[in-house]
């Protein structure tokens, strides 16, 4: 009887330091593809994490909408049924932070040290605690550069795009943007997209060219336009819940993982667009158009228009303080 009551407490001993052991789980989930600069920079973070903490956390990546789509995964956050994310910066509106939409304006960046003065100061670190009321804890924004339009059309002047049903992403500002070039906004999931250009559901879209070429989209678009109209980036975000949880030395570990895998991510985004559209253009199956500086003009002529219309929606005053930053 000692004998046993000896084994039962050893057993349940060991049960609770193995539980006590049991590494820590985050189920990161995100749209794209493994080999796109987000795809790249998830797997760098969980090396990165799963090494600072000696084990104690376990990253489970799930690329290319395994687990949710679009629409599904903020809410699966907000629930705990994920833990991580890495959602474009224009899904946060349909959230009520309407204010990410600034990032959606054509044309607000003319470049990419423009785009880090407003992620990396004080206007990127306002917008971040905006999210905390949802939620959310947001951690770092990740590039990924800017946007070419496609379509099975040569789209050179704003004129070009009369008529055209363009997918965009849920997005008033995008919805904004199509329209003013005269297009047909129409709201679908990243995963659909790649179909819905197949079957003529949707005529064309924008993408940065790494996120067109590892979904195969230049299979099924004849031209391509270097516009570098607008930007497509993304914020990392945690459950708020969950994050505020965790021991702290674990969360300064991931803390110091997530900035590692940020600057490797930034080092790699615009490589990677410049390699994705050198192997678009290789395939043969599609035409690559870069904007004359006329034809440029002309496009923000049409599209600058946007900003006005939407300062009621985001706010004149962080519009300003945007373009006051990019000015630098």
């Known amino acids: 009887m000692k004998l046993k009551s000896a084994l039962l407490v050893l057993s349940a001993a060991f049960s609770l330091n193995a539980f006590a052991q049991a590494p820590i789980v985050i189920k990161f989930s995100h749209v794209v593809a493994i080999d796109t600069p987000k795809g790249q920079a998830a797997e760098r973070f969980k090396q990165l994490a799963e090494k600072a903490t000696n084990g104690r956390v376990k990253i489970e990546l799930y690329p290319n909408s395994q687990l949710y789509k679009d629409k599904e995964e903020l809410e699966a956050l907000q629930l705990g049924a994920v833990q991580m994310l890495a959602p474009s910066l224009a899904k946060f509106g349909p959230l009520g932070v309407k204010e990410f939409e600034a990032f959606d304006l054509p044309y607000i960046f003319p470049s990419k040290t423009a785009l880090y003065n407003v992620t990396e100061g004080e206007i990127g670190k306002s917008l971040m605690k905006k999210l905390e009321s949802k939620g959310i ?130 080092a790699i985004a615009q490589r990677d667009n410049d390699l994705a559209l050198e192997a678009i253009k290789k395939t043969g199956k599609t035409e690559i158009y870069t904007l004359s500086v006329k034809e440029q003009a002309e496009w923000r002529k049409a599209l600058l228009p946007v900003q006005k219309d939407m300062e009621s929606r985001i706010g004149k005053d962080l519009i300003t303080a945007i373009n006051k930053e990019a000015a630098k």
Do not use: C
């Open 137 to 266: 804890t947001g951690l770092a924004f990740w590039d990924n550069g800017f946007k070419v339009m496609s379509a099975n059309k040569p789209l050179h002047t704003p004129a070009d795009f009369k008529g055209l049903k363009l997918r965009i992403q849920s997005s008033k500002v995008l919805d904004a943007q199509m329209r003013a070039l005269g297009a047909n906004p129409q709201v679908l999931a990243f995963s659909e997209v790649y179909q819905a250009l197949q079957t003529g559901v949707v005529d064309g879209t924008e993408n940065p060219p790494s996120n067109m070429y590892t979904q195969k989209m230049h299979e099924v678009q004849k031209h391509v336009t270097v516009s570098n109209h607008g930007y497509l980036g993304y914020a990392v975000i945690v459950n708020k819940k969950f994050w505020d949880g965790l021991p702290a030395d674990i969360r300064a570990a991931l803390d110091k993982a997530m900035k590692d895998a940020t600057t490797f991510e930034k």
